[in-house]
């Protein structure tokens, strides 16, 4: 059995970290967001999934950036 490389946990843990967040915003979307003037139970649950869910999806999209580039580099250095 082969071990994932550093860069597959990150891909995973990034979209690991996606899903939680999006299932977090769909449950905070369902406490109100707003609630008369002032911010409603699913504000603060919402605006912290956005944020996972950037967070998540900027990990992913970065270390894949990097294996292409380190793909590309090795190629150019078995030539």
Same mark, same amino acid.
């Given at each position: 059995?082969?071990?994932?490389?550093?860069?597959?946990?990150?891909?995973? %843990? &990034?979209?690991?970290?996606?899903? =939680?967040?999006?299932?977090?915003? +769909?449950? *905070? !979307?369902? #406490?109100?967001?707003?609630?008369?003037?002032?911010?409603? %139970? &699913?504000?603060?649950?919402?605006? =912290?999934?956005?944020?996972?869910? +950037?967070? *998540? !999806?900027? #990990?992913?999209?970065?270390?894949?950036?990097?294996?292409?580039?380190?793909?590309?580099?090795?190629?150019?250095?078995?030539?």
């Amino acid at each position: 059995m082969r071990t994932p490389t550093l860069r597959e946990i990150d891909v995973i %843990a &990034g979209a690991l970290l996606a899903l =939680l967040g999006a299932f977090v915003a +769909i449950q *905070g !979307i369902g #406490l109100g967001f707003y609630a008369g003037d002032v911010p409603g %139970a &699913g504000f603060f649950p919402t605006v =912290l999934a956005v944020l996972l869910i +950037i967070a *998540g !999806i900027s #990990l992913a999209v970065t270390r894949l950036r990097a294996a292409r580039t380190e793909d590309a580099e090795d190629a150019e250095d078995a030539e």
